[in-house]
């Protein structure tokens, strides 16, 4: 085993460490804190392989996790599945949705694909209000059971866990080099064989269904209720933030994107600053713009610039040709 | 200088364009175009900047469609053909100004190369092949690195990385002189000529460098306008008058 392969597995095994343990300390409040992280952190996750690693932009990753939250609320409600059962299943469905997101989305690139990405994260929360005789309309509906806080962070942790090693698995051999390959050249890319179609649609269902389990887990800690205004533009726009804080294309970042998106308005709300209702949106977007600042690159590109600095300081660096 | 035999040309080119013809609007880029390229020779495809050079590799790799004409490759049209596809019937090109995958490695970028023969194999395999490619044109050392930030000749031998570790039959070079000094070339020279007599793989090798061509062509197709105003032998194509005007003498002069 490498060096670097150690020191990772080693970083992995403290947060796991720390994981498990606040799991026996941490309040009834906190542990719905902390299994809201594990669901930021799974729906990073999956943009990150779409946006990060592939280089597709998506703002519209809420869509995808309200798709997978009324998976759940409404097997649960109907049918009284059991609730781990309607993870998978959510997977499923969102998987499906995404491939059919990412077939139209191949004829766009950039801020063309954000701009309809984006109209799915405004339009498709909104349809639970079109059929709102099934469906709850705004007032949303409600799971058959909704779970304790301790079941929760458990679930929520366990599934992040199974999705950090299913990410680290796709991305680390053929398929994420395909994916970062056309990241960096679309031409390039095609002319060494990678199918864009192929690929790009590929990472649109993956991480898709990454959102859809984390919107099923998001109803439920949520108590249950699935309702169109907890999947607003404004979740999409955090996970975005949460992938950029990140560091688009590493995986070791994504639970900061995850401490710092979950917890941040739990920060804001404590500083007084305008006395207005809205002084805590003004915090966030200011420590977001301030974040962008200093951290073009994410939190990985700041260790990045560490460990190079680092790394030059005790060698000489050989200029080779 | 090795010698071609053309006393008795085997039954089915390798490439052969036939008749291929593309119009951007008003401008033809390539005007009923044909030429056939022998397996395990090189073959210069040259003329004046924008003569339809790269517009030839750009249809040949499936970039471009043929607006009439075809392109056979091995006997049969890779018309139907996607951009992806081409790399697998065997054919892997360098583009003239460096594509790269900037922020992956030098050994990714070359794994990259080997995406359509690494399918079910052991990644270990992969990347052992592929370090061998890198030591093959010489850049073993720089394996590890970003590719984004290193010297341009480098660059140009991770492009030659990935195109070799596909396995190609045919690989298309668009003008992998440019940017090189006089010992780089001298060096490119003699490499392009392995890939010819040790690994049996056909040239299609584009270049401003006339010297280069001259030197290592097997078979020399001139283009001018998105015409072919030349096709021949070297020695052949360098006495021509319609290839002396379209240079203005001078650099084919200083060739011979």
């Known amino acids: 085993m490498s060096r670097g392969l150690v020191t990772r597995l080693g970083v992995i095994a403290v947060a796991a460490g720390i994981v498990i343990v606040l799991g026996f300390r941490l309040s009834d409040y906190h542990l719905g804190l902390g299994a809201r992280i594990a669901i930021y952190f799974i729906a990073i996750l999956g943009l990150n392989i779409l946006t990060g690693y592939t280089g597709q932009i998506s703002i519209g990753h809420g869509a995808f996790m309200a798709i997978g939250g009324y998976t759940t609320a409404l097997m649960s409600y109907y049918h009284h599945t059991d609730l781990l059962l309607t993870l998978p299943l959510a997977l499923a469905v969102c998987f499906v949705c995404g491939l059919a997101v990412g077939i139209p989305a191949l004829r766009l690139s950039g801020v063309y694909l954000a701009l309809a990405t984006f109209a799915l994260a405004v339009s498709i929360p909104q349809l639970p209000l079109k059929w709102s005789k099934w469906t709850g309309g705004s007032n949303g509906i409600r799971t058959f059971t909704s779970p304790g806080n301790n079941w929760l962070y458990r679930v929520c942790w366990i599934c992040a866990g199974i999705a950090f090693v299913a990410a680290w698995l796709l991305l680390r051999g053929r398929t994420g080099r395909a994916f970062r390959s056309i990241r960096d050249s679309e031409l390039a890319a095609a002319s060494s064989g990678v199918s864009l179609p192929i690929y790009k649609t590929l990472a649109f269902g993956v991480s898709a269904a990454f959102a859809g389990v984390a919107g099923s887990l998001f109803v439920l800690v949520t108590n249950g209720y699935a309702q169109p205004n907890e999947f607003g533009v404004l979740l999409s726009l955090q996970l975005l933030i949460g992938a950029a804080v990140a560091g688009l294309g590493s995986l070791y970042g994504t639970i900061v994107g995850a401490l710092f998106i979950g917890l941040l308005p739990q920060i804001s709300t404590s500083v007084p600053l305008i006395g207005s209702g809205h002084g805590q949106d003004v915090v966030f977007g200011l420590i977001v713009i301030l974040v962008m600042i200093l951290l073009p690159n994410g939190v990985a590109g700041l260790l990045g610039a560490i460990d190079s600095r680092f790394k030059s300081a005790i060698k000489s660096d050989p200029t080779t040709s | ?256």
């Open chain 2, 1 to 256: 200088m090795p010698e071609s035999d053309d006393r008795v040309p085997p039954a089915v080119p390798l490439l052969s364009l036939q008749a291929a013809s593309l119009r951007f609007g008003g401008i033809v880029a390539l005007d009923e175009v044909s030429f056939d390229v022998q397996p395990h020779t090189i073959f210069g495809l040259i003329g004046p900047n924008g003569a339809g050079k790269t517009t030839a590799f750009n249809v040949i790799t499936r970039l471009y469609r043929v607006d009439s004409g075809d392109v056979l490759f091995d006997g049969r049209s890779l018309l139907h053909t996607p951009p992806s596809g081409v790399v697998r019937h065997g054919i892997a090109r360098t583009f003239q100004n460096v594509e790269l995958f900037p922020t992956m490695t030098v050994l990714e970028n070359t794994l990259v190369g080997a995406h359509t023969v690494s399918r079910f194999k052991r990644e270990g395999a992969m990347r052992a092949k592929a370090a061998e490619v890198l030591d093959y044109v010489g850049i073993a050392s720089v394996a590890k690195r970003p590719a984004a930030g290193l010297p341009f000749g480098t660059l140009k031998r991770i492009e030659l990385a990935r195109a070799l570790v596909s396995e190609p039959r045919l690989v298309l070079l668009d003008e992998p002189a440019g940017g090189l000094n006089h010992e780089e070339v001298e060096a490119l020279a003699t490499f392009i000529q392995r890939l010819r007599d040790d690994l049996k793989i056909t040239v299609l090798l584009v270049e401003h460098h006339m010297n280069l061509v001259m030197r290592i062509s097997d078979h020399v197709h001139v283009l001018n306008f998105g015409r072919t105003i030349a096709s021949g032998p070297p020695a052949d194509v360098q006495r021509d008058p319609q290839v002396i005007e379209a240079y203005l003498g001078g650099e084919l002069e200083a060739a011979s």
